[in-house]
């Protein structure tokens, strides 16, 4: 059965509709009473025509039309109370699936995010989530209705004519044949319409975050025709899509029509003959198209599922992605070492060589070295969001990686220039989990400068930053990440070009609050200047992928 799930993808999908016992159940139920009715209509239209209008029997028509009324009224309330049974099943399980995906996606290494912008990963996950979702439509989920029916109306077919039969079975093949031929192209089609559709996400995300560049060389021109390239690509796929489609309706429709004719053919030449009445060529009519119609509709399951098999395949492959690893031991004050550590990103780009050093509580620790030099690496394989490719890194005397991961993480806190800002106002930014104290946020706030520059703001704590603190210059950016780090107040600073966008008097004073008013915390500062570093305990200078010591004590 594994096997079996591992090649089709939409099975392991499919398999959570077993959650759904009661809701099933009661499909199952409703289902069986709705055929039941429906295998009666054409029975009374056949006893109005024959026995009631042919033989001027006005009871029996009086009869007939009150049983066929019970019938119609009884199979409405029915679909009314499978429309809502069928929406609580789709919504559920949409939700249920996108929950999945959306933890999945919080969980995943950092590496994946590097590889797509934000765009796209959105219309990726939006696409196959809805497409896969879809197989919990009222269409999918009721096709072992079909079934009933389809047996129901072959039975009423065999009471009325098998001759007739005969024209009614013969379709069946043939319309196999006619999907097994489109679903193949189908499926074809749709992988490539969403491979361009991923494309398209891609590259609109790259303009949206690059417009200012846009703007600055003047690019509209060259953009716009990109545009036009990206759109006629997706339209043309899609029209491909289309014709797929309709030359599927255009088939079911010639099928359809073509057996009616024939019942009528072979229906009249029988009346001639005096095997079968009218009323039974027109019950005959009506049962055909509970048998083909159904038919055609199990049949053409093939065609929607290969429309979702390449977002179910997509999708599996994204919730088995490798995710950041994380251990079950708990985590104390740490003292933190790095043990001849060695990372590259590429094969051909090796960015630290056997680094080693050691952070005590309480130690302040700079590392300094030019731009690309590898110091921000450190800082990342210290939060784990990379994994060193030779050596390790320990907390508390044991590999990092044994952890707990979340509890780990929660030791740092950390500043750097390219700390992100949610959208929402100034405190929002701060307090991220919205439990701070007030006294305590009062304390922040004066602390890294960002009260100073509130007074200008009319709505004070409550002014919007915009997307990621587009309303904020430089230095009040980072003066309200550095707020951020403070108020979570984890035994551990990590400070990477921190001091960016601050003017001289922020820069000595943040000197100040690292150096003299945490004198419990650990700080690792990153920076690529030298100087205003005399009272960090240690200095570590990155050159050439090595770690080396250049100055130890305070001076």
């Not at 016992?21 to 029975?43: A, C, N, R, Y």
């Not at 590496?111 to 990726?124: D, G, W």
């Not at 009933?148 to 079975?169: D, K, Q, T, Y």
């Not at 960015?351 to 030099?373: C, M, Q, R, W, Y």
């Amino acid at each position: 059965m594994k096997k079996i799930i591992e090649n089709n993808k939409c099975l392991y999908f499919l398999k959570e509709l077993l959650k759904y016992k009661k809701e099933i159940g009661i499909l199952s139920i409703s289902t069986i009473v709705s055929t039941v009715t429906v295998f009666l209509q054409p029975l009374l239209i056949k006893q109005i025509t024959d026995i009631g209008i042919l033989e001027k029997n006005m009871p029996q028509i009086v009869n007939g039309v009150a049983g066929l009324f019970v019938c119609v009224l009884v199979y409405l309330m029915i679909e009314v109370v499978q429309a809502k049974t069928f929406a609580e099943i789709h919504n559920s399980f949409y939700k249920n699936l996108y929950c999945n995906v959306f933890r999945k996606l919080l969980h995943l290494k950092k590496h994946y995010f590097q590889m797509k912008n934000s765009m796209e990963i959105v219309q990726m996950l939006q696409c196959d989530v809805s497409q896969v979702a879809s197989m919990t439509d009222r269409y999918v989920v009721m096709s072992f209705s079909y079934v009933f029916r389809v047996i129901s109306g072959l039975a009423g077919l065999m009471l009325l004519s098998p001759e007739l039969l005969c024209i009614v079975v013969i379709v069946i093949p043939v319309k196999y044949v006619l999907v097994k031929c489109l679903a193949k192209k189908r499926e074809k089609n749709m992988k490539m319409y969403i491979q361009v559709e991923q494309q398209f996400g891609g590259w609109l995300g790259d303009t949206i975050n690059t417009v200012e560049e846009i703007k600055l060389w003047n690019l509209y021109e060259l953009r716009k025709c990109e545009f036009l390239k990206q759109i006629c690509k997706s339209l043309a796929v899609e029209m491909k899509g289309t014709m797929i489609e309709t030359w599927n309706i255009f088939g079911d429709a010639v099928l359809e029509w073509g057996v009616t004719i024939l019942i009528y053919l072979v229906g009249g030449y029988l009346v001639f003959v005096g095997k079968i009445s009218i009323g039974s060529v027109f019950a005959f009519v009506s049962y055909s198209s509970y048998v083909t119609r159904p038919v055609n509709s199990l049949i053409d399951l093939r065609m929607h599922f290969a429309s979702v098999k390449p977002s179910a395949e997509r999708l599996y492959t994204f919730l088995n992605m490798e995710e950041e690893r994380s251990g079950s031991k708990r985590v104390i004050s740490p003292i933190l070492e790095f043990k001849n550590v060695r990372f590259q990103y590429t094969k051909d780009r090796e960015v630290l060589k056997k680094v080693s050093f050691k952070l005590e509580p309480g130690e302040k620790v700079a590392i300094i070295g030019k731009n690309g030099s590898g110091k921000s690496t450190i800082l990342e394989l210290l939060l784990r969001f990379y994994e060193p490719e030779e050596g390790e890194i320990l907390c508390n005397g044991e590999n990092i990686k044994v952890l707990k991961l979340s509890e780990y993480r929660s030791l740092f806190s950390v500043v750097s220039q390219k700390s992100a800002l949610f959208l929402g106002d100034i405190v929002q930014n701060i307090d991220l989990e919205g439990k701070a104290d007030r006294q305590k946020l009062n304390e922040v706030l004066r602390k890294s400068g960002v009260k100073k520059y509130l007074q200008r703001f009319p709505e004070k704590e409550k002014t919007q930053i915009g997307d990621d603190g587009a309303f904020l210059s430089g230095g009040e950016r980072q003066k309200l990440v550095v707020a951020r780090a403070l108020l979570k107040d984890a035994p551990v600073m990590l400070f990477d070009e921190a001091s960016s966008g601050f003017d001289v008097e922020a820069n000595e004073y943040l000197y100040k609050i690292i150096t003299e008013e945490m004198p419990e915390k650990s700080v690792i500062f990153i920076t690529h200047h030298y100087d205003k570093l005399e009272k960090f305990d240690k200095v570590y200078l990155v050159k050439d992928g090595f770690l080396t010591e250049v100055r130890t004590g305070k001076m």
